[in-house]
């Protein structure tokens, strides 16, 4: 069995676009979530969502390849070209049927909508354009990634709600651990626009609070009362280890364990016997113990249900042993399906600058999370041994142990 390691990372996000620019973010508590005006004049219940500003596309990009991109496909592929940067490769590195594509996305709903306005206008099929019915197909990150990185391995994505870009990086380690790859580029990404979150916005799911939308979003806080919806793209380069020795690479980290799992009831409830069995998978498989994680990056996305739900989890799972907890989305908002790997990513980033990220906007605990050790300012100190949850709808959850002590 090959051991995985971390080699490069990149990111798109509401945080900034590029490491540096997140890293003081993270450090400093700085939120990302704005108020969206065309959502006010919409009539949603909550406009709030995590925004990205100031991207600029990769230029080196064909018109016809332009065609067949959505927004956040462009960021994938510039969150991409950072982790190849960061790793020492370039494209001619990745162009054999050693190196792969995973990506975790659930939804391409922009697109969607406007083909089918483009149809309702023109009642004409051929004013929807060539490029339209690859934007709407929910794999666009990876066919698109593939044309242009020219890899000849894996080549797919995972669809499951909000644990998407969790289980891409855990079964692109799961693929490298079993010596089918040597490298995969995995990920995830989420779009950030009005007509992917109307229907969530009528769920009463969000947050509802926005006089102030840098507080609205509030991760195990006992006054929390929804979530903010948020997007981007992160991406991971995973290796070999003997791949990444042979080449002289820095090892940034080391996938140790994956756990997946369903909760098996509810659509839209999780419930807490499904992310304990896949935190213990994760841990399981690591071979390490329980008690020597000492950093849990949550998936808590600021919901009443949800967080209470964790809470109950990681305290099952670790009892007395009390690893700090943080939910970066009182900052990031909820990225959905690039959650899972943004997590991955902005752990990293923490480890890599000496640091470990605060859960901002924590008021005080409720009865599940007062169990918890939340961590409520920046700490000094990085993530030896991490830990990294999401779940999604239909009971869908993943964990990731990783490790940066070595």
Known sequence: MQRVAITGIGAISCLGNDLDTIAESLYHGRSGIVCDQ?????????????????????????????????????WSYAAALQALDM???????????????????????????????????????????????????TSNITMNLNVLLKTRGACWSISSACSSSGHAVGQAAELIRLGKQDRVICGGAQEINWHSICSFDSLDALASVYDDPAKASRPFSRDRNGLVPSGGAAAILLESFECAHERGAKILGEVLGYGFSSDGSNISAPEADGM???????????????????????????????????????????????????SLKGMTGHE????????????????????????????????????????????????????????????TNSSLVIRFDE
């Not at 004049?41 to 067949?68: A, H, W, Y």
């Not at 089918?116 to 354009?129: E, P, S």
Request: proline letters at 4%; a neutral charge; glycine letters at 12%.
């Open 38 to 74: 065309e959502r006010v004049e919409l009539g949603f219940r909550s406009p709030l969502t995590g925004m990205v500003g100031g991207f600029e596309p990769v230029n080196n990009i064909g018109r016809k390849q332009q065609k067949t991109m959505t927004p956040f496909t462009q």
């Open 87 to 137: 790793a020492g490769l370039v494209k001619s590195d990745l162009q054999n049927e050693r190196t792969g594509l995973i990506f975790g996305c659930d939804s391409s709903c922009e697109a969607s909508f406007n083909q089918a306005l483009l149809m309702v206008k023109h009642k004409d099929t051929g004013f929807i354009g060539s490029g339209m019915i690859f934007q709407a197909m």
């Open 276 to 326: 304990k069995r896949c935190m213990g998978m994760a841990i399981t498989e690591s071979g390490i113990p329980a008690n020597a994680i000492d950093y849990v990056c949550a998936h808590a996305t600021s919901t009443p249900v949800g967080d209470g739900v964790e809470a109950q989890a990681i305290d099952a799972v670790f009892g007395e042993h009390k690893p700090g907890i943080s």
């Open 336 to 395: 959905l399906w690039m959650a899972g790997a943004g997590q991955v990513v902005y752990t990293v980033i923490m480890s890599m600058k000496g640091f470990t990220a605060a859960n901002i906007n924590f008021t005080g605990p409720d009865r599940y999370s007062e169990r918890l050790s939340i961590i409520t300012s920046t700490l000094e100190t990085s993530p030896r041994l991490a830990l990294c949850n999401t779940a999604g709808f239909g009971g």
